[in-house]
């Protein structure tokens, strides 16, 4: 009689199967995130070589960068050598790499390349804990496009590396605080604390929500003890370092001619950056007018697509009914404000945003503000999280989205504001939108993935086409050699010849107001404390003595004063309604001995100075 082979209990028979499923769909995944890097490495190797050495300005702030990093890497100490404004992680950075590398524009690019590179990567890895491989790099690619904006506010050579370094801490904060890694959340965060202030306190309001959600969810100690392990470092690292350096400049040198300059602030400081976030009707209008745009036209494409798919023959045609009574309602609006002469300036503005293809940049404030009603909402009727992962992750992200909107929500894009040190969360909600309308309706999902690809698109067209198209000149410096506006290139460059041949290596010149780069660009150093002269800088007679004082003791010869309009905040010009005195000093002891561009024609803004007057003392 044959032996019964026992059976296997029935209930151990289906576990390999979604094991096998979740091995096939783990590989899967691995591939497309292969094919997604991939991708992102091709496009971002592509913006390499149609922007090449055309990044930022390395006349004005970005200039004022290189020069501080220089004088750091010659062994002067920040904020008692070299006034410097932010946070010294990405002063230190560029600083080290001259250290290595030398002092030069090839050095500051590979810096800067590197750290583009890292955003992207690591916002990509941030973005993978909601979105699909595809959607992720799309997501991706739109930050890559908006730090390759073309102007003064970009990732390769920024304005300040404390943005992108403190850009940087903030995406890998919010990725530590996903993967539940508090250590690391904290060591983000006070690495945040020694870059910029908003991306500390943006930072440290993550990791609060992110607690605080937690704690419906697990026992009061756990969030408690992780609450431990983000803060100590958090604190600790910035408390430290910013300590050392107080001790060696001064808590009151430090802190409130440095970090937190009063006298600037009072005088000018914020006047510059009161259009970004005005709170005012018109702002509203335009802010809703960007919502209603970007979300009508996203809304009636889906809707469209939905009537095209659900119908045969001759009936798919109704899909195209929602996309032209939207658009049809969009005019009769637009008309309607024309006829009765409302909201000109706010109208205009969001026209322009849709026909220069920025509109995918510009509705993203709108979409944090509708992303946290949402979210209170959710809070309120105990629902899911709103953004489908958990109630932590999903508050943390969007009270970051919230507070970086609402910093320049009227003034959301690349050359306005610091928006593209801002844009890269709320760009990551805007994936998540897409994806999510896509999971509703899913006959709709590849259109709901090329809408936000058109977006990302128009972000990468904009800058190439226009802002780009007027960068082909090259500026010969004794650092290398970058491509420049053309409008301004030709009297920078004659500047930079004189100064050569007029000064020695190593012999100290005068340059301002705000043309902080000219030190670098011609291998001198500059003569005093200061690098910039913007407006309330220097807030006082003394201390335009004391300016005077040392460029006496310096026997400083040559100065080199650009033609900038100072209207944004609340002045003229140097030497006319602010730092008067020391204006007098240049005209009164100097004699001009040359005149490059108009210079009765200023620059404003973050444009690149276009007239230089140069002056030899007598």
Known sequence: MATAVPEQPLAEKPLLVPEAKAAVRQRRLARADVLALAGLALGFLLFLVFTWKKWGNPALDAGAELTTAERVADGALPYRDVRYFYGPLGLYGLAGSF??????????????????????????????????PNVAAVCAAMTMAIGFSGTAFNFVLPHSNSATVGLLCLILALLALCRERPWAAGVAIGAAGLTRPEFFGVAAAAALVWLLAGLAQRPRREVLTDALRIGLPALAIPVAVLGVFAAAVGADRLLWENLWPVDFIRVAGFRSQEDWAPLTAASAVSTLGRLALYGGLLGALVWGTLIWRGRKGTE????????????LGLGLLDAALRRLGLFEVAREAVEGEATNLTLGMTWLPALAIVAGLVTAVAVWRRDPPPLGRSWPDDAALVAVALLLGLRAYDAFNGEASYAPYYAAPLVLLAGILHQRIGARWPQARAVATAALAFAAAGLVIYP???????????????????????????????????????????????????DGGIYFMADRPPATYEVMFLPGLIDSKADERQTIARLEGEDVKLTVLSARDFSAFGFRSFGEDYDQLLGRWIRTGSRPIARFGDVTAPVSGSYPSAAFTIYERR
């Open 464 to 514: 190439l086409a226009g802002l780009y198209s007027d960068n082909n000149t090259e500026v010969h410096t004794a650092r290398g050699t970058f491509v420049a506006n053309d409008a301004s290139a030709p009297a920078l460059q004659r500047t930079l010849d004189l100064i050569d041949a007029r000064t020695e290596p190593g012999e100290p010149i005068f340059a301002l107001p705000s």
């Open 99 to 132: 250290e290595l590398f030398g002092a030069s524009l090839t050095t500051a690019f590979a810096f800067g390349i590197a750290l583009s590179a890292a955003i992207v990567t690591s916002f990509y890895a941030l973005a993978r804990q909601w979105l699909r």
């Open 316 to 327: 798919k045609l109704w899909g195209i009914v929602p996309p032209l009574l939207v658009l």
